[in-house]
C-alpha cells in the first residue's frame, strides 16, 4: 500500500482529482472510489469482523430476512439482502465506500471528538481490483459493460458460490477477490453519498490485508493531518458538504447544527 500525506487544502485538491481524459469513457472520469475516516489508525475491518464470531453471518442474514421481509422487493437475492442490511447498520462483510473524494473527506473530519487525531482517506481503483476477479464475474461486468457490480447482476449467484468461485480456477485457488457492489437507491442518504460497497470473498479478511497481498497501486492511504481538519471541515460546509445533505431529513440537519455550534 502506497500512503502520502499532504499539508495544505491545495495539495489535496490536486491529488484527489489528478485523473486525466480518457481512462473511462474518454472523459474525465475518475475510476476511484474513497472511504475516509476519522482516525488515521482505523483498519479496514468490517462490521461483521468486528463481532468476533466467524460464524455470525448466516445466522444475522436469516434472521433480518425473517424480521425485515417486508422492505426487501426480491426476497431470494442475497446482494439486495445484505446492501439493506447494511444500510441499516447490521453487521455484515460489507464496507463503505463513496465514489465522491468529498463524500470522502466529510467523514475524515466529522467527528469533533476526534479533531486532535489525524485522519484518513483511502482511494481505492476500482480498474485494478476488477483485473483480480475470477472470470464468471468478469463476464458479468463485460455483459453490463459496468465497472461495479448490481444486486440485479449478481442475483444468480449465491453468496456460498461467489465465497468459492476462485476454487474452480487452478490458478487462483484459494485466492481471495472483492467485488465493488453499487447499491439499490433505498433512500436519499444512498443517492446523496453516492455509494458503494467492496464486498470480500472471505468474510473473516480484512480488505486491506487482502489488498497487501497484491502488487501496489490498487490503493493509496492518504493521512490528513489534524492541524489541517478545520480548514478542510470549514470548506466542505462552505462548499454545502455536510451532514444536512449526507444524511437528509431532521436527522441530519440536527448532526450539522450540533457539529457547526461545537467550540474548539
Known sequence: MEEKKFDTWIELQEYLFNFEKGSIHNRYRSSLAYRGVSNAGYDLKTSLMRLNNKTAEKH?????????????????????????????????????????????????????????????????????????????LNEILKDEGSLVFTVDSLKNISLNEFDNLNNNQIEDEDKDFVICLEPPSIDERIINQYAMFTVISNPNKKFDELMDEHPDGIYTKIIIPKELKMEIRDKLDQANISERIIYPGLEGISAWLKRYYTKF
Open 60 to 136: 444475522l442474514l436469516r434472521n433480518f430476512k425473517k424480521y425485515a421481509n417486508t422492505l426487501i422487493k426480491d426476497n431470494d437475492n442475497v446482494w439486495e439482502l445484505l446492501a439493506i442490511a447494511q444500510h441499516y447498520g447490521l453487521p455484515t462483510r460489507l464496507l463503505d465506500w463513496s465514489f465522491s473524494p468529498y463524500v470522502a473527506l466529510h467523514f475524515a473530519t466529522s467527528n469533533s471528538r476526534e479533531f486532535n487525531k489525524d485522519g484518513a482517506i483511502w482511494c481505492m481503483d476500482i480498474l485494478k481490483v476488477n483485473e483480480l476477479l475470477p472470470d464468471k
